[in-house]
């Protein structure tokens, strides 16, 4: 199985968000780009390193600050794809 790569990772101590972006191709329509997070904090037990989507209270301003940065990006990409496709439509 090939393993997709994030498309960007923004890491604030243990926790950690990974933004993946996924094309959307429909007959007729124009190709998209669909971008989803992905929040997780990583731990150490007896095994190893382990992940999970579980955060307490002081994990908990972790995780905003990075679901924070993560959304400044996915709305920067999803302007940035707006401003070419109004550029393009201003061509006409």
Do not use: C, H, T
């Not at 124009?30 to 989507?53: A, C, H």
């Amino acid at each position: 199985m090939n393993r997709q790569k994030p498309e960007q990772v923004f890491r604030i101590g243990a926790v950690s968000g990974s933004i993946f972006a996924r094309k959307i191709e429909k007959a007729g329509e124009p190709d998209r780009i669909v971008r989803s997070v992905n929040l997780q904090k990583r731990y150490r037990d007896g095994e190893g390193y382990k992940f999970s989507s579980s955060f307490g209270l002081n994990e908990l301003p972790q995780a905003i600050e990075v679901l924070r940065l993560s959304l400044g990006y996915v709305a920067n990409a999803e302007a940035s794809v707006a401003s070419q496709n109004d550029d393009f439509d201003a061509d006409f």
